[in-house]
C-alpha cells in the first residue's frame, strides 16, 4: 500500500519539490512556494467548484437569515426551510466538502515531501535516497539549502514571526468564508472555531520545521487570493450582520 | 452546515497531521546506527534507545550501561529528559571510552565508575562530558563517529564546524571556521591534515594543531554523502550524484569518477589497489584504485527479486571482504578467488534478519554487527553462522 502510495503521488511530489528547488537559484522556500502554487493550479478545477459553492452560499445569506431569524426557535423547520432553498438555487451544501477531501492526499503528500526533503534527521537522508529520481536536476541538488530568509526550514521558527503570519492569514481565510448566523450558540461555536484553528496551527508552527508552516501560509495566502479574486472581495471578512444575536439564555 | 464543515476539517488536519508525524511518510524518529567496538575482551556500542553499552566477549554478559539523556522537545512529552540518539561507534583507549550523540555532548566515561555505577562524571577516573555549542539541539548534533589522535579527539559537529578536545580532561583545543550548514561525516586523520567532506561537494583540509583552513580543497558539483577514505596520496569519497570520486591530494581535477545506481553512503574500503564500495543501489563494486575501472560486482537481492541497499562500510579480515546489506544479509568474499567474468559470487552467505546500518566489526574470525533491533550479533565467519547474540534492552 505504501509503495503505491509513493509510486502514484509521494515521489512525483518529492521529485517535483527537489527540482524546483534546483530550478529555481537552490532556494528550497521558493521551491516550496512554487510548488504550492502549482497544486492549487492543478486542482483548479475542484477549487472552482468549491469557490463557486462558496460564492453561492454567499449570495444567498439575506435570505438564509432571515430564515433564520423566522424560524430561529424551531432548529428542525430551519433545516427543512434551508435545505429547501438550497435545493432551489441548485446548491449541493455538500458539495464543498468533496473538492476539500480529494485535495487531502495531495497536502499529506506535499507534507511528506517537504520533511523528507529537509532530511531533518540521518535516518530521513538516508530515506530520501529510495525516493529520489536519477534525473540530474534532482541528484544535483541534494543535499537541499534549508536556508531561507530568516528561518532554517529543518528547524521550527522560535521568532513567532512565521506563527503569527500562518494563524494571521488562516483568520483572514476563514473569516471570509465563515458566514453570520443569527443563532447565538452557532455563532459563538464559529467564533471559537475562527480563533482556535489559527492559534492551533501557530502553535504547530513553533513545533514543526518550518517549511512545513511555510506551505501553510503560502497555502493560506494563495486562498484568500484565489477567494478574494473569483467572490469579488473579502466575503465575509467585511460583512457585517444585520442581526444582532440574542444572548445566551 | 459550516459548523460541520469547520469541525470536520478540524478533525481531519488533526488526525492527518498526528498521522504523518507518526509513520516512516513523515519525519523517520532518530534511532542512531552506532557500531561496535571489542577492546580487551568488552565489546562497547550504543543502543538504539541512548545507551552506551559494554558487554563481556567470553561470557556474553552486561558488563555495564550508561543513558545518554537529553531534554525532550517533542510535542506531548514536556521537558522531561529523554534518551539522546546515538550514531557514532565509540572509541576506547585504556580505560576511557569515547562517544558523541546527538544531543550534541561528548562523553569520556571509565569503565571501572561505570562498572560501579558511580554518578558521572568522575573527574577522578578521567570522566568528563563537553556539549557543543549550538542554538537548539538540532543544529549542534553530533553524527558523525569521533575520530581519535594520541592526545586528542576530533569531531565534526551539525553546527558546521570541527572541534578538537583535548582527551584527557575535554578541553576545547580549537574550532574551525563554519564548513557547511552542518556535517554529518567524520575527519578523517593524515598526518598533520584533517581531510573533511561536506554536503556541498568540498573536501577541506584543516591542520590538526590550529584547525585553520590549509590551502588544498577540492571541490565537485555535487555534495558528497561519505566521508572521505585517504588512500597513498588519493582520496576516495561517495557523492549525492550518484558517483564515486577519485581525487589526488593536491590536484584540483579528478582522478576518476565511478557511476553507481544511487548513493555511496558508506565510506568505501580501499585495500591493495582495489576500491571496494557498497552502495545504495544494493551493489558493492570492486573498482580500480588507479584507473576506476569496474573490476567485479556483486547484486544483493531480497527473497522477491529486489535490490536491497548497502548502507553499512565493507570490512576486510585477512582476505576476506564481508559486506552487510540492510535487510541484514552478510556476504563474505574471497579476495583470492579467480575472477570469472565481472559478476562474482560470495563465498558464504549469513544472514541476521534484522536492519542493519551500522558499520561492522571484523576481530579474530569474528564479525560483531549491532543491528537496528537493538541486539548485537557476533558472527562466526570460518563456521558461517551465529556464534552468538545479546539483547541491547535493558530493563532498568
Not at chain 1, 507534507?111 to 540521518?122: D, E, F, G, S
Not at chain 2, 576518476?256 to 558508506?266: D, E, L, R, V
Not at chain 2, 529486489?306 to 544479509?329: F, H, Q, R, T, Y
Request: overall charge negative.
Amino acid at each position: 500500500m505504501a509503495e503505491v502510495w509513493y509510486l502514484i503521488i509521494g515521489d512525483p511530489v518529492l521529485n517535483g519539490l527537489i527540482a524546483l528547488s534546483s530550478i529555481l537559484f537552490h532556494n528550497f522556500g521558493l521551491a516550496i512556494i512554487a510548488l504550492t502554487i502549482i497544486v492549487r493550479l492543478a486542482l483548479w478545477p475542484l477549487m472552482r467548484r468549491q469557490l463557486e459553492s462558496t460564492k453561492a452560499m454567499q449570495s444567498m445569506q439575506p435570505k438564509i437569515q432571515e430564515l433564520q431569524k423566522k424560524y430561529g426557535k424551531n432548529q428542525q423547520k430551519l433545516q427543512q426551510e434551508m435545505m429547501k432553498l438550497y435545493k432551489e438555487a441548485g446548491i449541493n451544501p455538500m458539495g464543498c466538502l468533496w473538492p476539500m477531501l480529494i485535495q487531502f492526499p495531495i497536502w499529506i503528500a506535499l507534507y511528506q515531501a517537504i520533511m523528507k526533503a529537509l532530511a531533518t534527521t540521518p535516518e530521513n537522508l538516508l530515506d530520501l535516497a529510495q525516493h529520489l529520481y536519477s534525473w540530474e536536476v534532482v541528484t544535483q541538488a541534494i543535499p537541499l539549502n534549508s536556508q531561507f530568509l530568516w528561518l532554517d526550514l529543518g528547524q521550527p521558527d522560535h521568532t513567532l514571526i512565521l506563527a503569527i503570519i500562518v494563524g494571521g492569514t488562516m483568520w483572514v481565510q476563514q473569516k471570509m468564508t465563515t458566514a453570520p448566523t443569527v443563532d447565538p450558540r452557532q455563532q459563538s461555536t464559529n467564533s471559537m472555531m475562527l480563533l482556535m484553528m489559527p492559534f492551533m496551527f501557530g502553535l504547530f508552527t513553533l513545533m514543526f520545521p518550518s517549511g512545513l508552516p511555510l506551505f501553510w501560509a503560502a497555502s493560506n495566502v494563495i486562498g484568500i487570493l484565489t477567494q478574494y479574486f473569483f467572490t469579488g472581495g473579502w466575503g465575509y471578512l467585511k460583512f457585517r450582520s444585520p442581526f444582532r444575536p440574542a444572548p445566551v439564555k | 452546515m459550516k459548523q460541520a464543515k469547520i469541525l470536520f476539517f478540524v478533525v481531519i488536519s488533526l488526525f492527518a497531521l498526528v498521522l504523518v508525524s507518526c509513520v516512516p511518510g513523515g519525519a523517520q524518529p532518530a534511532r542512531g546506527w552506532s557500531g561496535t567496538v571489542v577492546h580487551d575482551g568488552i565489546l562497547y556500542t550504543g543502543s538504539v534507545d541512548g545507551r552506551v553499552v559494554a558487554i563481556n566477549k567470553s561470557s556474553q554478559n552486561l558488563q555495564w550501561f550508561y543513558t545518554i539523556t537529553m531534554p525532550s522537545s517533542g510535542m506531548s512529552c514536556g521537558q522531561s529528559p529523554v534518551s539522546a540518539t546515538i550514531y557514532g561507534t565509540p572509541i576506547v583507549d585504556g580505560d576511557i571510552v569515547y562517544v558523541g550523540s546527538y544531543s550534541g555532548k561528548v562523553l569520556a566515561l571509565n569503565t571501572v565508575a561505570r562498572s560501579q555505577d558511580l554518578p558521572f562524571p568522575q573527574t577522578r577516573y578521567g570522566e568528563w562530558e563537553w556539549d557543543c555549542p549550538g542554538t537548539n539541539a538540532g543544529s549542534n548534533a553530533i553524527v558523525a563517529d569521533l575520530v581519535m589522535s594520541e592526545d586528542a579527539l576530533y569531531l565534526s559537529s551539525s553546527n558546521g564546524r570541527v572541534y578538537s578536545l583535548d582527551k584527557e580532561f575535554g578541553d576545547l583545543n580549537w574550532e574551525s571556521d563554519v564548513l557547511h550548514e552542518k556535517l554529518w561525516t567524520s575527519p578523517v586523520l593524515q598526518g598533520d591534515t584533517l581531510y573533511v567532506s561536506t554536503y556541498d561537494g568540498r573536501i577541506v583540509t584543516l591542520s590538526v594543531e590550529t584547525g585553520a583552513l590549509l590551502p588544498w580543497f577540492f571541490e565537485s558539483e555535487s555534495g558528497f554523502a561519505s566521508r572521505p577514505v585517504v588512500y597513498e596520496d588519493s582520496i576516495y569519497v561517495g557523492s549525492f550524484d550518484n558517483k564515486l570520486y577519485a581525487t589526488k591530494i593536491g590536484a584540483s581535477e579528478l582522478s576518476w569518477s565511478f557511476p553507481g545506481g544511487n548513493w555511496f553512503w558508506g565510506a568505501p574500503l580501499v585495500s591493495e589497489g582495489v576500491v571496494y564500495a557498497g552502495c545504495l543501489d544494493g551493489k558493492v563494486y570492486a573498482i580500480g584504485a588507479e584507473t576506476g575501472e569496474e573490476l567485479w560486482r556483486f547484486e544483493s537481492r531480497d527473497p522477491g527479486g529486489k535490490p536491497v541497499p548497502i548502507v553499512s562500510s565493507p570490512v576486510l579480515m585477512d582476505n576476506l571482504l564481508i559486506v552487510a546489506d540492510e535487510l541484514g544479509s552478510v556476504y563474505v568474499f574471497d579476495l583470492n578467488a579467480e575472477l570469472e567474468g565481472k559478476a562474482v559470487v560470495p563465498l558464504k552467505t549469513m544472514s541476521v534478519g534484522a536492519v542493519v546500518r551500522s558499520s561492522l566489526f571484523a576481530q579474530e574470525g569474528l564479525v560483531y554487527i549491532r543491528a537496528q533491533d537493538n541486539w548485537v550479533y557476533v558472527l562466526d565467519i570460518d563456521r558461517g553462522g551465529l556464534s552468538w547474540k545479546s539483547t541491547l534492552t535493558i530493563e532498568e
